[in-house]
């Protein structure tokens, strides 16, 4: 009863934030590494995700072509934004590393701006290593065409495979 009433207090303090809530370390293969300046690590002072874990974010459906598919695509992942909470980002920008050695840097706030995904599934199906898996930044490109840019494309990075909050 009085522990309760102390979370109760705690909370409405402010001392307790919800987003809080531990990273559970993988069971699974890790597809995902997060680390840099991340506030909530589950494995050493990383955290790190398998598939299971990225579906339990906040998904998210994106429409839209790309300069790398034929016709509208159906995408579909986590939120770059849901990621960036979950592990408790608290940085500006992004350094995006792919399988290839591929790199690129992505400002925190194209996440906040902008539904960007780490797709995980093209059309329902899930993206293989070989067709560009197994996540591919996706930028919703149709709802918001001034992101046709090169700037953008290069953020657009493909076989994602770690991310350091910088
Ligand atoms: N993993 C990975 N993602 C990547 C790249 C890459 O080489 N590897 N090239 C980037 C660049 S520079 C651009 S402009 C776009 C388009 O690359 P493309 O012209 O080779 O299709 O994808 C981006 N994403
Ligand atoms: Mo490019």
Redesign the pocket.
Known sequence: MILRYFVLLAVSLGLVSFHAIALEPPEGTVILVVSGKVGQPNVGDEAHFDKEMLEALVQHETITHT??HDGAVSFSGPLGRAILEAVGAGGESMRVL???D?A?TIPVSDFEHYDVILAMQANGKALRVRN?GPLFVIYPFDDHPGLLN?EV??R?????ARIVIE
């Open positions: 300069p790398w792919a399988l290839n591929y690129s560009q090169e494309l290069m657009s990075v493909w076989q994602v």
